[in-house]
């Protein structure tokens, strides 16, 4: 279930309409893939980022083409620049789950959602996600732990995928006042 899906049927929660649909759907049925065909770790990675704001996504891995420019094969070293990058994607990732539902709010004539109708459920899914997705990367900073491997963000990975797939449909929404 993609952050904008997860913000309609929280959105449609709050009109006491009943959801649209629960669980995730990789992309790969969304593009009409075979998902057989793929591996654990790439159905996780398909599912996990369903959660994060498609215009997170995008910029993140922009900005971090930017500022890891590939010239002869290799790549340079930026540790501080990672970081800066990685907490300024992380704190932006439920501000964006926040707007993209208040302007479905504000399209439907409602409220801005504040307080108790805020959807916190949205917004730490997709900042969990986001935290776990960036450690499957490349270029990620946490490579700089020694405890870091590409196993361990892999395991991580097909755990929380998993657990959020789970525990997704057991969060309900308060209707809009």
């Known amino acids: 279930m993609s952050i904008s899906s ?39 990675l398909e599912a996990i980022v369903t959660y ?28 501080v620049a990672d970081w800066i990058v990685f907490l300024a994607f992380l704190v932006l990732t439920p501000i964006t789950a926040w707007l993209v539902y208040a302007a479905k709010c504000l399209n439907a004539g409602k409220q801005l959602p504040t307080g108790a109708a805020l959807p916190l459920w949205e917004m730490s899914a997709a900042t969990v996600a986001f935290v776990v997705w960036a450690a499957t990367l490349p270029e990620t900073p946490l490579g700089g732990f020694p405890w870091y491997t590409s196993g361990l963000a892999a395991i ?6 998993m657990v959020l797939g789970l525990i997704a449909p057991l969060f309900t929404q308060r209707p809009l006042p």
Do not use: C
């Not at 929280?10 to 969304?30: F, H, K, M, N």
């Not at 997170?56 to 094969?73: L, N, R, S």
């Open 156 to 161: 991580l990975l097909l755990i929380v995928s």
């Open 52 to 79: 994060i704001p498609t215009e997170i996504v995008a910029t993140y891995v922009a900005v971090v083409a930017v500022i890891h420019p590939t010239i002869a094969g290799t790549t340079t070293e930026a540790p």
């Open 6 to 44: 997860m913000m309609d049927v929280a959105y449609q929660r709050r009109q006491d309409v009943e959801p649209r649909g629960r669980g995730i759907s990789s992309l790969g049925e969304a593009t009409g893939e075979n998902p057989e065909t793929k591996s654990p770790v790439t159905t996780a």
